[in-house]
């Protein structure tokens, strides 16, 4: 376990091989598996409302969705049918993630608290929330699945010990008059830096240990607008429930590469930024979608991205080069989250429209 990035990766190549060839010897090209053809599995309906998040369980035997109708609901994959509901929270499920041990399940919602569940008996473990919080709307896993980040409609990070649920540090940047949201947090495949992403979409870059101090700060998608001042670039207004101006480059999505090259956000601007690691150089911008960007993947080998947006497509990208080589037109409104199995060999999507999708790619997904 010297190199943690290594080690990232190991996991989620080896138990390729025998799945994809047969012959248990070369690892997935994964481009050329997800260029070769997708094909849809099956249709997890069971929500009442919009599905916000996805995630697969460790094993890639069982997925977890969550949405508006505040339920945790638990999916078979083989046979589509719903093995559980998990009650608990009192507003949206914003986001689902496993630990690497399949053992917990966290879940943060508009109720300003996250849960953390065993999955196998739907009961509730522990409840992680502080006095002030607001809408939890992000949460990411460190590598180890030791750490819990949140994003939420405040302008400080929370991270905290999962085996234990101690509150372990708060991550607050140094501008004092900084008021924006951190509503999106991606930690780095070797668990030492955060990422968060805010509500004008500017990216930071933390130092999770020792220091908890933000190391980098990015333009990212924002861009400077000549009438504006700190005051009006998007103070919350509670009498009208909303804000004094559109956020027009909030950040939607965050992601590291595997191989920890390459940070990756998406945008309510409509496009998808990547960035050189680890000094946030800015490398390319990708453009195609035509709404909010809300989620992203990656392959284990870092070649193939996936995106999802609310203009209800999910878009394939070639890393090496930016092109997108397919979009996925089969939800019938937006696409909030998307989940790339352990192996890397399905995908999964959780729409506006009330369904979660399973994909398969490969030769013989083409027809």
Request: aromatic share 8%.
């Amino acid at each position: 376990m010297a190199d943690p990035t290594a080690s990232q990766l190991a996991p989620t190549s080896s138990p390729l091989a025998p799945s994809s060839s047969g012959t248990g010897s070369a690892p997935v090209d994964f481009l050329e598996y997800w260029k070769a053809g997708v094909r849809e599995l099956t249709t997890f309906r069971g929500h009442s409302h919009g599905v916000w998040s996805v995630a697969f369980a460790p094993d890639g035997l069982t997925l977890a969705s969550g949405g508006v109708d505040r339920l945790v609901r638990m999916w078979d994959i083989e046979t589509g049918r719903l093995l559980r509901s998990l009650r608990g929270h009192t507003a949206d499920i914003r986001s689902v993630v496993f630990t690497p041990d399949g053992q917990t399940l966290a879940t943060a919602s508009e109720d300003r608290t996250i849960r953390l569940w065993n999955p196998n008996t739907g009961e509730t473990k522990k409840l992680l929330f502080t006095r002030y919080d607001h809408n939890v709307v992000s949460l990411s896993l460190s590598p180890d699945g030791l750490m819990l980040a949140r994003g939420s409609h405040n302008k400080d990070i929370k991270i905290w010990e999962v085996t234990t649920g101690t509150e372990l540090m708060t991550l607050l940047g140094k501008d004092q008059y900084d008021h924006h949201w951190s509503v999106c947090v991606a930690f780095s495949p070797d668990g030492m830096h955060l990422a968060s992403g805010t509500d004008i979409g500017k990216i930071k870059l933390w130092e999770v240990l020792p220091s908890g101090e933000d190391k980098v700060l990015h333009n990212g998608h924002w861009k400077h607008d000549d009438y504006e001042t700190s005051e009006t670039r998007g103070y919350f207004v509670e009498d009208d429930g909303g804000f004094q101006k559109p956020m027009d480059y909030w950040i939607g999505a965050m992601a590291f590469t595997p191989d920890a090259k390459l940070l990756i956000t998406g945008s309510r601007d409509q496009t998808i930024k990547l960035f050189d690691m680890p000094h946030v150089a800015e490398q390319r911008t990708l453009k195609g979608h035509t709404a909010w960007v809300r989620a992203l993947a990656v392959t284990p080998d870092s070649k193939v991205l996936f995106s999802a947006s609310d203009d209800a497509t999910i878009r394939f990208w070639d890393l090496s080069n930016g092109r997108c080589f397919r979009t996925l037109k089969a939800h019938a409104a937006g696409v909030r989250g998307i989940n790339l199995s352990p192996d890397g060999m399905k995908l999964a999507s959780a729409s506006w429209d009330r369904t979660v999708k399973l994909w398969k790619g490969g030769a013989e997904a083409s027809e």
